[in-house]
């Protein structure tokens, strides 16, 4: 099976795609997607649904994995930008037929690490690893793309 996480933000976008096959996780592509703040909020998300479409096509992924949208009541706009991005997202995954897995944020750390409220530094080392990486991902959000990756091979896979 072939996951590909994605954590979505307006600016960078980080995504992962791993290979589950006979037990064993291996990175197949890492990346970023980034936006230029300067441009319109319409060419924002069209840059990153083009960019998505093109890496599902790239990588022809099983399912696609996305973290939960939680929105804090200090942070309301926060959470409306962050949807629009998922929105795109989301449209791309449907537009390719890709199934969506969703899980909450405390879900991901606990397959992860084991604890639902681990740091993002603790699901950092343990990404790089459980995918044998030479050094850590420069940037948190492709360590987290992969984090939701691994937590889908660890959630979906039968239990003997």
Known sequence: MR??????????????????????LSLLEAGIVTTDSRETTPKRLDKIYRAVTKLIFDTKPDVMVLEKLYAHYRHPTTAYILGQARGV???????????????AATRIKKAI???????????????????????QPKYTDVTDALALAIAHSYIMRPKI
Request: glycine share 8%; hydrophobic share 45%; proline share 3%.
């Open 113 to 135: 690490v084991g604890n639902g409220l681990a740091s993002k530094y603790q699901v950092q080392r343990m990404v790089v690893t459980i995918l044998n990486l030479n050094s």
């Open 3 to 24: 996951i590909l996480g994605i954590d979505p933000a307006l600016t960078v976008t980080g995504y992962g795609v791993i290979d589950f096959r006979k037990n064993k």
């Open 89 to 103: 997202i989301c449209l791309a995954c449907a537009r390719e037929n890709i199934p969506l897995v969703e899980y």
